[in-house]
């Protein structure tokens, strides 16, 4: 089975609790006003990988305690997901799932690869970004209206805590020269961190 990628980040500790492995797919059918990663949303971006390969490759590294689905938007491709989630869940490790849609609509869509991909996620992260509601105060979301859903016990013990969690930004500065960033932060941020570069 193939999966339709933007990018793989082997190691992470900015997409969700712990570090983790991170894979962002390619292509969004919600297209939010504001989105901070819109060269996601077009579906002929990006790369495909084997979802058996590319779980191999993540449950090799040790120091990875689970996996993130971000996109994109990952329901576009629940059914792949879903088995790189079954393959990692079997290893032990955990899944935290971003979408623009709400749980209420995708626990009453009756679509079978939704609920599957629901099935094996611990920590669902739901709601479309909505820039008029812009809040960066909790972790890992950019709106208010942003929630979250302790779908397993493995990570309720920050259900309590999240407003203790800082939002973070990784830079990797890759050896053709790019410059790459991943995690969260505020326009005016980013802005100040790349002033000196440009």
Same mark, same amino acid.
């Given at each position: 089975?193939?999966?339709? @990628?933007h990018? +793989?980040? %082997?190691?992470?500790? @900015?997409?969700?609790?712990?570090t &983790?492995? $991170?894979?962002?797919?390619?292509?969004? %059918? +919600? &297209?939010?006003?504001? $989105?901070?990663v819109?060269?996601?949303?077009?579906?002929?971006?990006?790369f495909?990988?084997?979802? @058996?390969? *590319?779980?191999?490759? +993540?449950?090799r590294?040790?120091? +990875?305690?689970?996996?993130t689905f971000?996109?994109?938007? %990952?329901?576009a491709?629940?059914r792949a997901?879903?088995?790189?989630?079954?393959?990692?869940?079997?290893?032990?490790? =955990?899944?935290v799932?971003?979408?623009?849609?709400?749980?209420?609509?995708l626990?009453? !869509?009756?679509?079978?690869?939704?609920?599957?991909?629901? =099935?094996?996620?611990?920590?669902?992260?739901?709601g %479309?970004?909505?820039?008029?509601?812009?809040?960066t !105060?909790?972790?890992?979301?950019? !709106? =208010?209206?942003q929630?979250?859903?302790?779908?397993?016990?493995?990570?309720?013990?920050?259900?309590?805590?999240?407003?203790?969690?800082?939002?973070? *930004?990784?830079?990797?500065?890759?050896?053709?020269?790019? @410059?790459?960033?991943?995690?969260?932060?505020?326009?005016?941020?980013?802005?100040?961190?790349?002033?000196?570069?440009?």
């Amino acid at each position: 089975m193939m999966l339709h @990628v933007h990018q +793989i980040i %082997p190691k992470t500790k @900015v997409e969700g609790p712990g570090t &983790r492995a $991170c894979i962002q797919v390619q292509g969004c %059918p +919600i &297209r939010c006003t504001g $989105c901070a990663v819109p060269f996601t949303w077009e579906e002929d971006g990006g790369f495909t990988v084997e979802v @058996v390969q *590319l779980a191999e490759q +993540i449950v090799r590294d040790p120091e +990875i305690e689970g996996v993130t689905f971000l996109g994109g938007e %990952p329901f576009a491709q629940a059914r792949a997901l879903a088995e790189l989630g079954r393959i990692v869940k079997q290893k032990g490790l =955990s899944v935290v799932t971003f979408t623009g849609y709400t749980l209420d609509y995708l626990l009453q !869509s009756g679509n079978q690869d939704y609920l599957d991909l629901l =099935s094996v996620t611990d920590l669902l992260i739901d709601g %479309p970004f909505q820039i008029e509601r812009l809040d960066t !105060s909790r972790p890992w979301v950019g !709106s =208010s209206n942003q929630r979250y859903h302790f779908l397993t016990d493995r990570y309720l013990y920050l259900k309590e805590r999240l407003t203790e969690i800082p939002n973070r *930004l990784e830079v990797r500065i890759m050896p053709d020269g790019r @410059v790459l960033v991943n995690g969260l932060a505020e326009t005016k941020v980013l802005e100040d961190l790349f002033a000196g570069l440009l």
